[in-house]
């Protein structure tokens, strides 16, 4: 997904350590928790590590939709999005929302500065922040659970092997994890970050949404969006990247 404005910068993006964590062995991946789009990319990054059984590290940097928008992610647009999707990838495991609209998730910010606040060392770290990451995800679209909602948050973090529940929930408690959002969504407007979901990789990688083919029938909310293809030759570019920086 991409925000409606966002600022373009003609400089190297591989330069600048506010878009590109510069550490050998990491990807840096801009995304909002409630784009299925990203949640693709992710799947198929993070199968793809397994298979190949290397240590690549994910660092989470948040493209807040809603904060672009100035509005909520309509329920119809990421509906179809995930039948689009999910119809093409049913690797993905992801399930209609069936739980009452009122439940429906209204705000994704909670769930990202959770991610954000997992990177603390005493809460877990990268290896935390990402387990954190999946398990909203997979509790969002296959579970269809309320991540806006702080227990709902605490809950999928419960079943994180590297992240440590108590410091996560003094973290939160305390508004750790919100500012990043914030200072990420204005990094974002003001450097090249095209939108959900922007990866990255030191002096050797940067592609958005990588590896898909679609258009919109008609503009978002009034018609469908046609997935057409998907290549996922695009996440054994980004590991080799990775590796080789």
Not at 96 to 101: E, G, I, N, V
Not at 116 to 133: C, F, I, N, P, Y
Not at 159 to 175: D, M, R, T
Request: aromatic residues 10%.
């Amino acid at each position: 997904m991409t925000a409606t404005s966002a600022a373009e910068n003609p400089g190297d993006p591989f330069q600048d350590p506010t878009l590109v964590n510069a550490t050998d062995g990491v990807i840096t991946v801009w995304s909002d928790i409630g784009c299925p789009w990203a949640s693709l990319a992710l799947h198929t990054l993070r199968s793809r590590v397994l298979q190949r059984d290397i240590d690549v590290a994910i660092d989470h940097r948040a493209f807040p939709l809603e904060l672009f928008n100035k509005r909520g992610t309509p329920k119809g647009i990421i509906d179809v999005e995930v039948t689009a999707i999910a119809g093409l990838v049913p690797a993905l495991g992801w399930q209609p929302w069936t739980a009452p609209d009122w439940q429906y998730v209204v705000s994704t910010v909670p769930a990202m500065a959770a991610v954000q606040a997992a990177k603390k060392l005493s809460v877990g770290g990268l290896r935390a922040s990402d387990e954190l990451d999946h398990a909203l995800r997979q509790a969002f679209y296959i579970h269809g659970r309320s991540i806006s909602v702080h227990s709902e948050i605490l809950a999928a973090a419960a079943g994180c092997p590297s992240l440590y529940l108590p410091a996560l929930e003094s973290a939160l408690e305390q508004g750790r994890g919100y500012a990043e959002v914030f200072t990420h969504w204005h990094t974002a407007a003001a450097l090249p970050v095209q939108g959900s979901p922007h990866l990255f990789v030191k002096d050797h990688y940067a592609e958005h949404n990588p590896g898909v083919r679609y258009h919109w029938t008609a503009r978002p909310g009034e018609g469908f969006p046609r997935f057409e293809e998907y290549d996922e030759k695009w996440a054994d570019e980004a590991i080799d990247a990775v590796l080789a920086s």
